[in-house]
C-alpha cells in the first residue's frame, strides 16, 4: 500500500470512528451501551453515598428513645459497621441511579441523599440475608473478612444481631420518608421482596437437603431468591421515590429486571467455582455446600451416568479446594462448562438488549438505568 492510500485509509477509519452508526455497531459487538444520562452519583462510594450511611447510623440508636438502650446502640453501630459498607453496592445504586434517570423533576442533593438512604435499607437486607446464610452453611470469609459470626463475641448472638438488622429498616423508612406520597407502596415493596427472598432461602435450603437439581427448580430459587430484591425492587424503589406508580410500567419494569437478575445469578454461580476469591473476597463453597447452581444443573443435564454417580458421590463432602470438590471440578471441566456459560451468558445479555430496544421503543419510560446496569454486568469478574 503506498502512502497516499494510507492516508486515505487513515481518513476513512478516523470518520468511521466518530460515526454514530459505528458507535451503535461497536456497542453491539462489545455488548455495551452508549449512555447519555447524567448521572451524579456514579460509584459507590460517592460522597452522598457516605453521608446517607452515616445518617443511618444516627436514625438507629435505640439510645435516643431509652437511654438505659445505650448498649444496644453501641452494638448495633458495631453490627452496621462490619456488615453493612463493604459490599459491592449493586442494589444501592440501582435505586439511586434508577430514581435519578426516572425523575421528572430537578434532583438536589438532599433528593439524592434520601434516595441512597432507600437504596441502604436494601443494603442492610443483604446483610441479613448474608449473616444468616453464612451461619447455615458455615462459611468462614465474607468479603475478604471472617463471617460476623466467627469474630469474637459474637458467635450465635449473629442471628439476634440478623433481626436488629431486619427491625432498623422499616424505623428509618419511617423517620425519612412517612411523607412522601409513595410512602405506602415503598413499604408494601419491601414487605414483600422479604417475604418472597425468604421462600427462596427456603427452597433453596431445601433443594441442598433432597439434592433437586432441575432446571426449574433452580430457576424457581433464582427468581424468588435472587431475582426480585437485587434488580427488580431496587429500581421499582427507584420509580416509587420518582412518583412512578402506573403498575403497568411496573410490571414491564419487573419483567425485564427479572432476567437481568437470572444472568446475575448465573455469572455468580460460575464465579463462585472458576472466579479469583482474591476478587470476590470470599471462597467458593457451591460445590462444597451441594447448593443448587448452573453449573450443578447442566452438568446433570449432560453428564454421563457415570459421571453424574460422580458428582453425587463428591459434592456436599470434604472442604473448600479439598479432593471432593477437585474431582466435580475435573468433571465440569471435562463437559466444557466454560465454554456453555460463556454461550449462554451471550445469548442471554444479547435477549436483554433486544427487551430495553422494545421498551425504547414504547417510549413510555427511561430505560437508562437498565443500560447502565448491563454495562456494569457484561462479563464481570467479581
Known amino acids: 500500500m503506498c502512502l497516499s492510500q494510507c492516508s486515505i485509509f487513515r481518513t476513512s477509519c478516523d470518520s468511521l470512528t466518530t460515526s454514530p452508526y459505528l458507535s451503535v455497531l461497536l456497542s453491539l459487538t462489545m455488548g455495551l451501551f452508549d449512555v447519555n ?3 451524579q452519583v456514579d460509584k459507590a462510594d460517592h460522597l452522598v453515598v457516605e453521608r446517607a450511611f452515616n445518617r443511618i447510623r444516627d436514625l438507629s440508636k435505640c439510645s435516643q428513645e431509652d437511654p438505659g438502650l445505650s448498649a444496644v446502640s453501641d452494638w448495633l453501630d458495631r453490627v452496621l459497621m462490619y456488615n453493612i459498607p463493604h459490599g459491592k453496592r449493586w442494589r444501592l445504586l440501582q435505586v439511586v441511579q434508577a430514581f435519578e434517570t426516572f425523575s421528572s423533576e430537578p434532583v438536589s442533593e438532599r433528593d439524592l441523599e434520601n434516595a441512597a438512604i432507600l437504596g441502604w435499607t436494601i443494603e442492610i437486607f443483604q446483610a441479613f440475608y448474608l449473616i444468616i446464610d453464612d451461619i447455615m452453611d458455615k462459611s468462614i470469609t465474607r468479603r475478604g473478612s471472617p463471617c460476623w459470626y466467627l469474630v469474637d463475641e459474637v458467635g450465635m448472638m449473629a442471628i439476634n444481631d440478623a433481626l436488629l438488622l431486619e427491625t432498623i429498616i422499616f424505623q428509618v423508612l419511617k423517620q425519612v420518608f412517612r411523607d412522601h406520597p409513595s410512602y405506602l407502596d415503598i ?3 419491601l414487605h414483600e421482596v422479604h417475604y418472597q427472598t425468604v421462600r427462596g432461602q427456603c427452597l433453596d435450603v431445601l433443594s441442598e437437603r433432597k ?15 435472587t431475582c426480585f430484591y437485587t434488580f427488580s425492587v431496587p429500581i421499582r424503589l ?5 412518583k412512578i406508580t402506573s403498575s403497568q410500567l411496573h410490571r414491564k419494569v419487573e419483567k425485564l429486571a427479572v ?11 460460575f464465579l463462585d467455582c472458576y472466579g479469583d476469591p482474591a476478587k470476590l473476597g470470599k471462597v467458593g463453597t457451591d460445590i ?10 447442566k452438568a446433570l443435564q ?4 457415570q459421571q453424574r454417580e460422580e458428582i453425587f458421590n463428591n459434592i456436599g463432602r470434604g472442604k473448600p479446594a479439598g479432593e471432593e470438590e477437585a474431582t466435580v471440578r475435573s468433571i465440569y471441566h471435562k463437559l466444557g462448562l466454560e465454554e456453555l456459560f460463556r454461550t449462554y451468558e451471550e445469548s442471554s445479555f444479547e435477549e436483554i438488549r433486544k427487551d430495553i430496544a422494545t421498551l425504547d421503543s414504547d417510549g413510555e419510560i427511561n430505560t437508562d438505568i437498565f443500560k447502565l446496569t448491563v454495562n456494569k454486568l457484561y462479563r464481570r469478574q467479581k
Open 288 to 297: 462444597v455446600d451441594a447448593k443448587c447452581s448452573w453449573l450443578l444443573v
Open 302 to 305: 449432560i453428564a454421563t451416568p
Open 211 to 225: 439434592r433437586v437439581y432441575g432446571e426449574e427448580r433452580y430457576n424457581t430459587i433464582v427468581l424468588y431468591k
Open 259 to 269: 432476567k437481568i437478575g437470572n444472568i446475575f445469578q448465573v455469572q455468580d454461580d
Open 187 to 189: 413499604v408494601e415493596l
Open 37 to 39: 444520562a447524567k448521572i
Open 238 to 242: 427507584g420509580m416509587y421515590l420518582a
